[in-house]
């Protein structure tokens, strides 16, 4: 079965993977897959050099993802030129875990941008993990070290509550304790399992 993950930035996405995976389930991460792809020696950062100059490489022949960072959130052409290039490359990598994966097993795709994307009808089913905007606010404020001004950039250039709340096929809401959290994984986990696709 295969199940779309995503949330906006600092609602709480990374830990309902974390326990997606405690749960059982097979977790790809979207995140860690796309820093795989352009590591340094791999084709894909090679890919990235040719198309921003090497101005983006750390003295340590690393991509220097704040640069590119800025480069692609100030521009959306830059940013459409690096997705066309990580984009293809982690769907392999994709393809490749997802073949490796028990065949009665749950694989979970923690993708961020999901809404965004389009994909949504990959999926048997969607999370949505969510939070009200002033505590992803808080949160970046708190555990990123961001100015409000950053936070509001950031979550502004993603989609809006109400397109990602649209795709789901189950809302976690994530405003209460980790218990709670946990819990209410554990619930949509067990639904899961049992094949159910409805929920809230």
Known sequence: MRV?????????????????????????????????VVAKGTPGLEQVVAAFGPGILTEGGEMDRAVVGRIVFADEQQRRTLEAIVHPLVFER?????????????????????????????FDAVIVVDAP????????????????????????????REQRRAIATYVIENIGTREDLRQRVAEVFEQLRSGGSSGG
């Open 4 to 36: 779309g993950l995503t949330g906006g930035i600092a609602s709480g996405k990374s830990t309902v993977s974390a326990i997606l995976a405690e749960l059982g389930a097979v977790v790809i991460d979207a995140d860690r897959l796309a820093r795989e």
């Open 94 to 122: 994709y393809a490749a875990l997802e073949a490796a994966a028990p065949a009665d097993g749950i694989v979970v795709h923690d993708i961020p941008l999901l809404a965004e994307s389009g994909r949504a009808a990959d």
């Open 133 to 160: 905007h002033e505590t992803q606010v808080e949160r970046l404020l708190r555990d990123r070290g961001m100015t409000r001004e950053d936070a509001e950039s950031r979550i502004a250039a993603q989609a809006t």
